[in-house]
C-alpha cells in the first residue's frame, strides 16, 4: 500500500451514503438484475429464497459507506457512478458489442486519424474523419486502435457512439456490470486516485484503503439478518473482511453456499463438480437398479401425474379429483376418464395428437369451482346424471361450538407414508410423462402415457423400497420425522390432507431418491444442492403444461419452445396443497442436482454464524442489515419444509449451527414483540460498533407508520439517522402485474454520541433549518450535475422528500433528551393502542416540517400552510405530472406524506406506471360533498368552476357557484386571494397536460380578479 494512505485521516468523515445517492440511477440498476432471474448470482444456489437485496444495490451501499462525502459533491457523484459502472465509458464495455474502430470512423469528426488509429493498407484512408465506408477505394481497408492509446482516451471516444437514451433504457440494452467485472474499471483509477488521495487499480484495493484511511484497517462488514447472503457476498466481493449471521439455517447455509461455491476459484471448482456428479451417478445407478424409472423399452420417466381420487357420496362412485384433464399442450395430449360402472370407477387413459376442440373441452375436469375463492365442486355425469358435491362437505367440514374449526380428515401418522385404505382422500397415479434420447445425443423424444398394470408394479417395488427402510432412515435423518407445527403458512397441509409430519408431503418416488441422496450427504456441498432441488420435489408441486412462448425477449415473457413440467413448490410463499401434482423423476431431478453451479469470485475472511442478531458477538466497522419487517415472507415456517431433511447429522460444516427455525426467536410481525425484539438486535450492533462506524438499514416500505417505527428503534438502539434514500426496487413485471409498487428505504445511522438535550420548542427551529438545507443541497446538486445527467434528474421530487425527512429524523433522533425525558426510554415505552406517544408526536412534527419545506413552486407559502392535506396532495402531483412524472409509487408515497385518507379517489388512472389524477372535467360534481376530504375547500371549487367554463357554462354563473363553494368567501379576503392563486397555478400547470383546462382555468383567474366586490 501507498504511504500516501494514513490510517484514519477519514476518522470522522461524512460517507458520501449520508450526503448523496443516484437513486433513479441505482433503481434502473436494480430492475436489470431484477429482470435476469435465473441468471442473478446468487440464485442458482437457491431460487427457493424469497426477498433477495439486489447485489447492485448492496454494492452503492457499501461503497457509499466507505467513501467521503467532499466538499465537491458533483465531483463525488462523478466518481462514486464510475466505480458503479454508470458512467458512459463504463457502458463501452457494458453494450453488448464494443464498438468498432470503422463505426467510430464512420459517424464521428475526428481531425487526424492517425492521432488514434492504424490502417492496413496504410495511407488509403482520408486524413479526417467521417469517412465514407461506401467508397469503393475502402472496401478492404481494415482499422485498428493504436497500442499506445490510453484505454480511458478510447472509451471516451467510444462513448459518443452509443445511442443517446434516457438511463432506463440504456441499461436495459447493456450488461450487468458483475457480467463484466474482469474489465470494466480499468480506465477509472487516475480520476479516483486523484479525487480520493489513493492509489488503488482494483475495487478490493481501494475498498483496503478506504478502510485504513477511515477506520485503520481493511474495513469489516457485519449482517446480522444475512438471509440468502446477498449482501455480505457483495461486501466480501469488493474486499471487506465480513461476518454474517442468522436465526435460521438455511439462511447461513446459502450464505456459506454464497461464500464457498460462487466465491470460490475456478481450480477447487471443478474438483467439487466432479465429486458431485458421482454422487448423481451413484444414486441415479441405483435407482435404475431397482428399475422403477424405466419400461424396458428405451424410455425412462420424465415425470409421474398423481391426483387425489374420492368417493362420491351421492353416486357412490370412486372419482379422480382432477381440476384440468389437459396433460399437454405442446403434445395436445388429454386424460380421458372411462366409466367402469360394475365397479363403480374410473379408467384414465391417455390420447395425445387430440383437436383442439378437445383439447378446450378437456380443460374442465371433476373439480370446478363457481368463482374465485368459492370451495371447490366435484362434479360427475353418471347415466346423464350430474353430481355435484363440495369438496369440504367430502372433507367433512365443521365448526364447533368453540369455533374451533375441523373436518373429519384422519390425521396421519408418523408412520404414514401413503393413504389408508379407508381415508377419505386416496392418490392414483393416472399419467406418466416419458422421455428417450435421440440418435443425434443430447435431445429427447417425448411421449404422455396412461397408467399400466407393469408401471403399477413398479410404484409398489418403490413403496416397498420405500417401506423396508422407513425406520432406519428416519432415525439417521435420511428422510424426515418432523413434526408441522402449526401456523399461518403451515396449516394448510394440516387442514387440507391431515398432513402431520413433513415427510407426508412426499410421494414415495421422492421419499425413496431424495432418501438416497440425503445419505451421500457428508459435505456441505451436497446439502446446499439437496434442498436446491427439494423445491422441485413433493406433492406441492403444480403440473403446468405452456404452449410455445411468444412474447419477444425483454418483455418479461417466456421465449422458448412449450413445455410440461412440474412447477417448483415455492413458485410462492405459501405452501399450497393441490388435488394433482407432478412428481419429477429422478433422472431430472438428478441432473438439476449435478447442474454446474457459478463461481463470481474469488472471496477470502468471511465467517457465517447461526445465532439471532441479538447474541452477536464480533465487531464491524459497517452493519448493512434487511430485517425482517412486517409478515412479508414468513421465513421461520416455509424453510422448515427443508429444515425437516436436513437436521439430522448435518455435515462438519454446518454441524455447529442449530438445525431449527426457532419460530420464537424470529423476529416478525409489526407489534410490541417486533420493536422489542429490533431494538435487542440493532442495540447489541450498535455496541459492538466503533464510535465512528456506521449503519445502513434497509426495509421495505409497506406501511404508513413505518417511519414512526423504525425512528423508534433507531432511537432507542443508541442511533442516530443521517441519511435516508428510497429505491424501487421492484421488477418490470411485477409493476405491470398491480400497482401496489414497492421499493426500499435505506436508513442511514451512526451512533447517537453525548448526551445532547433541547427543548421541543428549540427542536422546530432546528428541524426546520436542517430540512431547508437538506432539500436547498440536494436542489442543487440537481442543477450542477445537468450536464453529467443530460435531461434526467438526480433527483426525484420523492427522493428529496424522503431526504427531507431523514434531515428531521437527523436533529431529533441526534437528541438523548428532549423536554426532560430520556428519549432511549420513551422509544420503548410499550404502545396503547389508539394512543398517540411523545415520540410518535415528535416524529410527526418532525415529518410535517419536512413536509411543509416541500411547496410546489408556484403557490405562496402562506397559502400552502393553510391547504389540506388532499389539497396538497393535488397541487403537488400536478406539479409532478406537468414534468412528466408517472409512476403510482411517487402517488403513495405523497398521500402518505400528505396524510391523505384515500387518495384513489382523486385518481383518474392507478396503473403503476400510467397513473394520473383526475382532471376537472372528469371529477365532475364528485368530491363536493362531506364525505370527501376535498369538501368545501378551495381547490375543490377552482376545479369545479374550471369544470363549468370547460363546459361553456356562463362566467357569472361560474363565478357566482364559486362564491358559493367557498365557505366565507366574502368574509375572509384571503379566501379569494387562494382562488386566484390556484386559478393561476392550474393555467401554468396544465398547459401542456390539458390545454383545454388550462385556458378555461386562465379565464377564471381573470374572472376572479375582475370581480367587483360589494
Ligand atoms: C428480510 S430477510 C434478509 C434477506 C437478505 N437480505 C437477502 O438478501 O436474502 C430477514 C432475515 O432475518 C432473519 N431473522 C429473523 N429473526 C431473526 C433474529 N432474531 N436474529 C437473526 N436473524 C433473524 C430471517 O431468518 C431472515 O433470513
Not at 467485472?181 to 486516485?193: P, R
Not at 442516530?720 to 409493476?735: G, I, K, R
Request: charged share 25%; net charge neutral.
Amino acid at each position: 500500500m501507498s504511504e500516501a494512505i494514513i490510517p484514519f485521516s477519514l476518522k470522522d468523515a461524512p460517507a458520501l451514503i449520508e450526503r448523496l445517492l443516484p437513486v433513479q440511477k441505482l433503481s434502473a440498476e436494480v430492475f436489470k438484475e431484477r429482470k435476469a432471474g435465473a441468471g442473478q448470482t446468487l440464485v442458482p444456489l437457491g431460487a427457493y429464497w424469497k426477498g433477495r437485496k439486489p447485489l447492485i444495490f448492496n454494492k452503492a451501499c457499501i461503497l457509499g459507506c466507505l467513501l467521503p462525502a467532499t466538499a465537491n459533491p458533483k465531483r463525488d457523484l462523478e466518481i462514486f457512478e464510475k466505480l458503479m459502472a454508470m458512467d458512459d465509458e463504463s457502458f463501452v464495455i457494458r453494450w453488448k458489442h464494443r464498438p468498432k474502430p470503422a463505426n467510430i470512423l464512420a459517424t464521428l469528426s475526428i481531425a487526424s486519424i492517425a492521432e488514434y488509429f492504424v490502417s492496413d493498407p496504410p495511407h488509403i484512408l482520408p486524413e479526417s474523419a467521417p469517412v465514407d465506408w461506401s467508397l469503393p477505394e475502402l472496401k478492404d481497408v481494415k482499422v485498428k486502435w493504436r497500442e499506445n492509446i490510453p484505454e480511458l482516451e478510447r472509451r471516451q471516444l467510444e462513448a459518443q457512439i452509443l445511442p443517446i437514451e434516457s438511463y432506463r433504457k440504456r441499461v436495459e440494452m447493456a450488461n450487468r456490470p458483475e457480467e463484466v467485472l474482469d474489465s470494466i474499471h480499468e480506465h477509472i483509477w487516475g480520476a479516483v486516485n486523484l479525487h480520493l488521495n489513493t492509489n488503488a487499480h482494483s475495487i478490493p484495493e481501494l475498498v483496503e484503503q478506504l478502510g485504513v484511511m477511515r477506520f485503520g484497517r481493511i474495513p469489516r462488514l457485519a449482517d446480522t439478518f444475512c438471509g440468502s447472503g446477498q449482501i455480505p457476498f457483495e461486501a466480501a466481493r469488493l474486499g471487506c473482511d465480513v461476518y454474517a449471521s442468522d436465526l435460521n439455517p438455511m439462511a447461513c447455509m446459502l450464505t456459506w453456499g454464497a461464500f464457498h461455491i460462487v466465491g470460490s476459484s475456478p481450480e477447487a471448482r471443478a474438483d467439487k463438480e466432479n465429486e458431485q456428479r458421482s454422487v448423481a451417478q451413484k444414486v441415479q445407478a441405483e435407482i435404475d437398479r431397482l428399475g422403477v424409472e424405466i419400461d424396458g423399452s428405451g424410455w425412462r420417466a420424465k415425470a409421474y401425474l398423481y391426483c387425489l381420487e374420492v368417493r362420491c357420496q351421492q353416486s357412490g362412485w370412486m372419482v379422480p379429483l382432477l381440476p384440468s384433464r389437459v396433460l399437454s399442450f405442446g403434445k395436445q395430449a388429454v386424460a380421458e376418464l372411462v366409466p367402469v360402472p360394475s365397479e363403480k370407477r374410473y379408467d384414465i387413459t391417455v390420447r395425445s395428437g387430440v383437436t383442439d376442440d378437445e383439447l378446450a373441452a378437456a380443460a374442465k375436469g371433476t373439480l370446478r369451482s363457481d368463482g374465485r375463492g368459492q370451495d371447490p365442486y366435484l362434479i360427475h355425469t353418471v347415466d346423464v346424471r350430474e353430481y355435484r358435491t363440495k369438496i369440504s362437505t367430502l372433507r367433512g367440514d365443521f365448526r364447533n361450538p368453540n369455533v374451533v374449526n375441523g373436518n373429519k380428515l384422519r390425521f396421519w401418522e408418523k408412520s404414514d407414508f401413503k393413504p389408508r385404505q379407508d381415508d377419505i382422500f386416496q392418490e392414483r397415479l393416472y399419467a406418466i410423462h416419458w422421455m428417450r434420447p435421440k440418435s443425434t445425443g443430447k435431445k429427447f423424444y417425448y411421449k404422455f402415457t396412461g397408467v399400466t398394470e407393469a408401471d403399477l408394479e413398479r410404484e409398489r417395488i418403490v413403496e416397498q423400497f420405500v417401506e423396508e427402510h422407513f425406520i432406519e432412515w428416519q432415525e439417521k435423518g435420511w428422510i424426515p420425522d418432523m413434526r408441522i407445527e402449526p401456523g399461518g403458512k403451515t396449516d394448510e397441509p394440516i387442514r387440507t390432507r391431515g398432513w402431520t409430519h413433513w415427510h407426508h408431503l412426499f410421494p414415495a418416488r421422492h421419499l425413496m431418491l431424495l432418501g438416497l441422496l440425503r445419505r451421500e450427504a457428508t459435505n456441505g456441498e451436497t446439502l446446499l444442492r439437496l434442498a436446491r432441488i427439494l423445491d422441485y420435489t413433493s406433492k406441492l408441486c403444480r403440473w403446468t403444461t405452456s404452449k410455445a412462448g411468444s412474447s419477444s425477449p425483454g418483455e418479461g415473457g417466456r421465449t422458448g419452445g412449450a413445455s410440461d413440467n412440474p412447477a417448483n413448490v415455492f413458485y410462492n410463499q405459501a405452501l399450497n396443497t393441490f388435488y394433482n401434482y407432478g412428481c419429477r423423476a429422478s433422472f431430472p431431478l438428478l441432473q438439476l442436482f449435478a447442474a454446474e453451479l457459478p463461481f463470481a469470485a474469488s472471496l477470502r475472511n468471511t465467517k457465517v454464524s447461526c445465532r439471532t442478531a441479538s447474541e452477536l458477538a464480533d465487531s464491524a466497522d459497517i452493519f448493512a442489515t434487511d430485517p425482517p419487517y412486517g409478515d412479508a415472507v414468513k421465513y421461520e415456517e416455509i424453510l422448515e419444509f427443508f429444515i425437516a431433511w436436513l437436521r439430522k447429522n448435518p455435515p462438519p460444516e454446518f454441524a455447529d449451527w442449530v438445525w431449527d427455525s426457532r419460530r420464537s426467536l424470529a423476529i416478525k410481525g409489526e407489534g410490541e414483540d417486533f420493536r422489542r425484539g429490533m431494538v435487542a438486535a440493532y442495540k447489541r450492533m450498535t455496541e459492538c460498533m466503533p464510535n465512528n462506524g456506521i449503519q445502513v438499514i434497509m426495509f421495505t416500505h409497506q406501511s404508513g407508520s413505518i417511519w414512526a417505527d423504525m425512528a423508534n428503534i433507531v432511537w432507542a438502539s443508541g442511533l442516530q439517522v443521517t441519511a435516508a434514500w428510497y429505491v424501487v426496487t421492484e421488477t418490470d413485471s411485477a409493476l405491470r402485474q398491480g400497482s401496489n409498487v414497492k421499493g426500499t428505504v435505506l436508513l442511514v445511522c451512526r451512533k447517537r454520541l453525548g448526551m445532547h438535550k433541547t427543548s421541543r420548542d428549540d427542536l422546530a427551529w432546528e428541524i426546520q433549518e436542517e430540512v431547508e438545507a437538506q432539500v436547498d443541497a440536494l436542489t442543487g446538486l440537481n442543477q450542477e450535475a445537468k450536464g453529467l445527467y443530460r435531461d434526467e434528474n438526480v433527483f426525484e421530487d420523492a427522493d428529496i422528500q424522503m431526504a427531507g425527512y431523514a434531515a428531521a429524523l437527523r436533529v431529533l433522533t441526534h437528541y438523548a433528551i428532549i423536554d426532560g425525558r430520556d428519549m432511549t426510554a420513551e422509544a420503548i415505552r410499550p404502545r396503547v393502542k389508539g394512543e398517540t406517544t411523545f415520540v410518535d408526536g415528535l416524529i410527526a412534527f418532525a415529518v410535517d416540517t419536512a413536509n411543509q419545506c416541500l411547496v410546489p413552486r408556484g403557490i405562496e407559502k402562506r397559502h400552502w400552510d393553510r391547504l389540506s392535506g388532499a389539497e396538497r396532495f393535488y397541487l403537488k402531483m400536478l406539479d409532478m405530472e406537468a414534468r412528466g412524472t408517472k409512476t403510482l409509487d411517487n402517488y403513495q408515497n405523497f398521500a402518505k406524506a400528505f396524510k391523505v385518507r384515500d387518495f384513489q379517489t382523486l385518481m383518474a388512472s392507478r396503473k403503476a406506471n400510467n397513473a394520473r389524477l383526475k382532471s376537472a372535467v372528469e371529477f365532475g360534481r364528485a368530491e363536493m360533498g362531506e364525505g370527501s376530504e376535498l369538501h368545501q375547500s378551495v381547490l375543490r371549487a377552482v376545479l369545479y368552476a374550471v369544470m363549468e367554463l370547460a363546459k361553456n357554462v356562463d362566467g357569472n354563473e361560474v363565478v357566482s357557484h364559486l362564491t358559493m363553494n367557498i365557505p366565507n368567501y366574502y368574509g375572509d379576503m384571503t379566501q379569494r386571494e387562494l382562488a386566484v392563486d390556484l386559478a393561476d397555478y392550474l393555467a401554468k400547470h396544465l398547459e401542456t397536460i390539458r390545454p383545454d383546462e388550462a385556458s378555461a382555468a386562465r379565464v377564471l383567474r381573470e374572472l376572479i380578479k375582475n370581480q367587483r366586490l360589494g
